[in-house]
Nanobody
């Protein structure tokens, strides 16, 4: 059974930082491209960042320079370090795993940026 379990979501003030974690089980983690997506109320789900099995990263323009995605294959975990958070970063953040035709999603973790 595949599980992607996100954690780390919270309420944070503008300009603050958070680190999200996604622990994976039931997959050969090192083979998968891992990613973070987010969905704000009333909006479509959008890509935030991805990291391939070789460590190549890709970011949405809106988060470049503020967010960093990383992975620890020994812990089957992918991280999203978020800094300089803005109110428009408020959303449910979802972990995503993909390898060829195999695609899995986590349940999401809420990030709220507000004073």
């Amino acid at each position: 059974q595949v599980q992607l379990v996100e954690s780390g979501g919270d309420l944070v003030q503008p300009g603050g930082s958070l680190r999200l974690s996604c622990a994976a089980s039931g997959i050969i983690f090192s083979m998968f491209t891992m990613g973070w997506y987010r969905q704000a109320i009333g909006k479509q789900r959008e890509l935030v960042a991805t990291i391939t099995n070789s460590g190549s990263t890709n970011y949405a323009d809106s988060v470049k320079g503020r967010f960093t995605i990383s992975r620890d294959n020994a812990k089957n975990t992918v991280y999203l370090q978020m800094s300089s958070l803005k109110p428009e970063d408020t959303a449910v953040y979802y972990c995503h795993a993909e390898f060829r035709a195999f695609v899995f999603w986590g349940q999401g973790t809420q990030v709220t940026v507000s004073s």
